[in-house]
Nanobody, 126 residues
Framework: VQLQASGGGLVQPGGTLTLSCAFS????????IGWFRQAPGKEREGVSI????????KYADSVKGRFTISRDNAKSTVYLQMNDLKPEDTAVYYC????????????????????WGQGTLVTVSS
């Protein structure tokens, strides 16, 4: 399994970015996919997950109502649309995969994911 995150960049506060996570080496719909981020000097934190098989989603409180995760199984791609971006959203964003489902309490825990892509940097600044 391989994942490749893309779509990061520099955006002004209040702006929008959409990250993409290209998945290969297996069937996407057999995996739960999470987005994580790591800001300088901080621990990696879970941002969102889209679960298999039903596509249920979960968001960190800090992004709820602003970020939307989605998946396109035909394109083997998972997206993270980020609206109303804030300076505190600045981080390197990673996508990760876990075969099957995760229990609710573990869904935003990096330790429970088996495969990771390289990160893409998001900078929110005026």
């Amino acid at each position: 399994v391989q994942l490749q995150a893309s779509g990061g960049g520099l955006v002004q506060p209040g702006g929008t970015l959409t990250l993409s996570c290209a998945f290969s080496g297996a069937t996407l719909d057999a995996y739960s996919i999470g987005w994580f981020r790591q800001a300088p000097g901080k621990e990696r934190e879970g941002v969102s997950i889209i679960s298999r098989p039903d596509g249920r989603t979960k968001y960190a409180d800090s992004v709820k109502g602003r970020f939307t995760i989605s998946r396109d199984n035909a394109k083997s791609t998972v997206y993270l649309q980020m609206n109303d971006l804030k300076p505190e959203d600045t981080a390197v964003y990673y996508c990760a995969a876990r075969y099957g489902r995760l229990v609710y309490s573990a869904q935003l825990s990096a330790a429970h994911y088996d495969y990771w892509g390289q990160g893409t940097l998001v900078t929110v600044s005026s």
